[in-house]
């Protein structure tokens, strides 16, 4: 028995030790190129096919401001009166997570926080800005979807992509509803959207939220002889933006509009979109009854981005044309980033810190242009001055309303790296609807932006 076993070990020893002599002198075969860490992850996106057409992409940007500015007459910070001061924040942050899943579903979320400074709720600021889905019936001319999302109307900056605008700051007029009766300007809508030969489209039918969880809702002044959003259970807003593209296509992947391209493309657009909800807006006549309006807006533009040069020069312009109808004398305040929390002035209709009627019935203009120099310009660097003006007529206000931006963009590396100094200047009114006087700042900001 003992010799039995004995042979038996000394070949099966015999077999391995010929197996790793054998294995030695083998060449060691690479493992195919489409089982490698580097083949699944390219272009910063995750690969889900051989073919690259189904991916997931990971991106995150900042945008931190440093701002010196003369506040409206009145300002208070948590009850001290304030003429002017200095202030830092962040402006914007955002997490995108998307991807084309199969050839025919594409998902898209977007997180982030907007204007946290020194008196903002900590930790609170981190919110959803989007989380929706489309099916491509026919993946050019019909995608539907369904979420919360951008897929807005009216124009072109109604739905901007932030990561790559000309100026420091969007034209946050044409956020029509902005944070009143959505979120940041995303609807919790159905949508369809798609390209029909040249004409790219987007139409959707959302569901506005509810005027009692906006920031700024009051339910002892909410109504009075001049328009308010109605605190009614809100019936359903239709919004549509259409534009036609002259030269270069742009892509509708995502519902936001780059703001220029620094002479990749050649663009031009013109568009047309409208907004429309029933008995969006109510207010007190005369003899105290309620009188509920509809909101209606519509808008035109035109937009041309393009290289003027051989050295990598070029040039962005827009220019829109917008009709807002919220309903008899209504006007809202905003001011990006305010760093005030009061106002002891109850004469003065801006409110405190750097807040003015950005918002009302009436009829808007606005112009934006900028110039992109040749590229290395400084080392590998290069500028982008701009300048943008926003004119309007606003029937609760006596004067017209201007507000205009200057600055310069310094791309250190793109818009990965980019530092923006800008001058803007805002008007202050009266509670009679007079222009009293202007304010002004120089703000400055640093945007990092990973894609």
Do not use: C
């Not at 800005?129 to 979807?145: I, N, Q, W």
């Not at 239709?238 to 620094?262: A, C, R, V």
């Amino acid at each position: 028995m003992k010799n039995i076993k004995y042979a038996l070990a000394t070949g099966l020893m015999t077999v391995l030790m010929a197996q790793n002599a054998n294995a030695q002198t083998q060449p060691v075969m690479p493992a195919p190129a489409s089982s490698t860490t580097q083949d699944f992850f390219k272009d910063r996106k995750f690969y889900l096919n051989d073919d690259g057409s189904n991916f997931v992409k990971f991106t995150f940007m900042t945008q931190a401001w440093l701002r010196s500015a003369d506040y409206n007459p009145g300002t208070t910070i948590n009850g001290v009166a304030k003429n002017s001061g200095t202030d830092v924040g962040i402006r914007r942050y955002r997490v995108q997570m998307y991807g084309q899943l199969t050839d025919k579903v594409f998902a898209y979320s977007q997180f982030g926080e907007n204007n946290f400074n020194n008196i903002a709720d900590r930790k609170m600021g981190f919110f959803v800005h989007d989380a929706y889905g489309e099916y491509a019936v026919d993946k050019t001319r019909l995608s539907l979807g369904m979420g919360l999302s951008g897929w807005n109307g009216l124009s072109r900056y109604a739905s901007s992509s932030i990561t790559n605008i000309m100026g420091i700051d969007l034209p946050l007029y044409q956020e029509a509803t902005n944070d009143v009766t959505d979120q940041f300007g995303r609807k919790l809508s159905i949508f369809a959207k798609g390209k029909l030969g040249r004409l790219d489209y987007r139409v959707s039918m959302a569901q506005p939220m509810a005027i009692q969880k906006s920031a700024t809702y009051n339910p002892a002044n909410n109504i009075s002889q001049a328009s308010s959003f109605s605190a009614n259970p809100p019936k359903m807003q239709y919004n549509t933006y259409l534009q036609y593209q002259f030269k270069d296509q742009e892509s509708n992947m995502t519902p936001y509009n780059t703001g220029t391209y620094l002479g990749s493309k050649t663009v031009f657009n013109i568009g047309a979109g409208a907004i429309y909800q029933k008995d969006a807006m109510w207010r007190l006549d005369n003899a105290g009854n309620t009188i509920d309006s509809d909101m209606l807006h519509l808008a035109a533009d035109i937009y041309y981005d393009a290289p003027i040069g051989d050295k990598g020069q070029a040039i962005s312009l827009y220019g829109s044309v917008t009709h807002f109808d919220y309903g008899k004398n209504y006007t809202r305040n905003s001011g990006p980033m305010n760093p005030a929390n009061g106002s002891n002035d109850p004469s003065v209709l801006n409110g405190g810190g750097n807040a003015f009627p950005m918002f009302g019935t009436g009829t808007v203009g606005y112009v934006q242009a900028g110039y992109k120099f040749k590229d290395n310009l400084i080392g590998t660097t290069t500028l982008m001055p701009y300048a943008s003006v926003q004119y309007a007529n606003y029937e609760r206000l006596n004067d017209p309303m201007m507000y205009f931006d200057a600055g310069v963009n310094w791309f250190l590396a793109g818009q990965a790296s980019k530092f923006t100094l800008s001058y803007q200047n805002h008007p202050v009114y009266n509670t009679g609807g007079d222009h009293i006087k202007s304010k002004g700042a120089v703000v400055a900001q640093y945007q990092v932006f990973f894609n």
